[in-house]
């Protein structure tokens, strides 16, 4: 049975990471709950411009902030630190005890049960394991993964695990995916390992080696770049733009 922990270990061969929120786990119901939680804290006459800018995130029609999380912790700036986490733990506990309607991309399973023998498949998340670890086994996921790492503390410490997954390898043979560039693509770049960007094809501005709306669209790349990482690294360059 898989478990969760905040360390990493080293990984043989080629090395996939995947995020959760947003990239492995679908659907804005665990947004939608924190959201709730911690709007509870603001002033009640804050509430309902907070509600309808987070409604505006949610649809893709404000782009201020790189994911939802990051708009409530802003728009919930006035509310103390621990009182905002406790909203957010809450929301994760509504996460473990529901599922709050998450879904799996479409054809992930069958590639993570294709890559097993081909190389180690790491989830990285920012969230505890509470929430996660459910999640994951109500996916039926849970046991398609090699190490589940949460608390990642993204971005600060993303170069540090990634290096500890490599165990000695060259950078190039590790490829990050994710929805957030900031916490899951630049810190692997910087490193020199292969990133991947979840992210509307109208957004594709920032760097990275390929560019999708979902993991589902990403799979045939983490395929390519499978079939012989060193071959991809000569032969790709990352840059703006969908692929």
């Given amino acids: 049975m898989i478990t969760a922990s905040s360390r990493a270990t080293g990984c043989p061969g080629p090395v996939v990471v995947l ?45 201020r902030w790189p994911d939802p999380y990051a708009a409530v912790a802003s728009l919930c700036s006035a509310v103390p630190a621990d009182d905002l986490q406790g909203a957010y733990l809450a929301s994760r506990e509504a996460l473990a005890a529901t599922g709050l309607g998450v879904r799996a991309p479409d054809g992930l399973a069958e590639a993570l049960t294709r890559w097993h023998q081909k190389c180690s498949r790491v989830l990285l998340t920012n969230s505890p394991a509470t929430g996660t670890v459910d999640v994951l086994r109500h996916l039926g996921l849970a046991e398609l993964f090699d190490q589940v790492i949460v608390e990642g503390g993204k971005p600060a410490r993303l170069q540090d695990l990634l290096t500890t997954l490599l165990d000695g390898q060259p950078p190039h043979r590790l490829v990050s995916v994710g929805d957030h560039w900031p916490n899951d693509i630049a810190p692997a770049l910087e490193l020199g390992c292969v990133g991947f960007q979840i992210t509307a094809a109208q957004h594709a501005d920032r760097p990275a080696h390929a560019h999708g709306a979902s993991v589902t669209a990403l799979i045939p790349m983490i395929d390519q770049w499978l079939t012989d990482p060193d071959r991809f690294e000569a032969e790709t360059r990352y840059g703006g733009g969908a692929a």
């Fill in 19 to 63: 995020d959760f929120d947003g990239t492995v786990a679908l659907g804005d119901g665990p947004a939608q709950a924190y959201a709730d939680a911690a709007f509870a804290l603001l002033d009640p006459s804050e509430i309902p411009t907070a509600q309808d800018t987070f409604s505006r995130v949610l649809a893709g029609e404000d782009l």
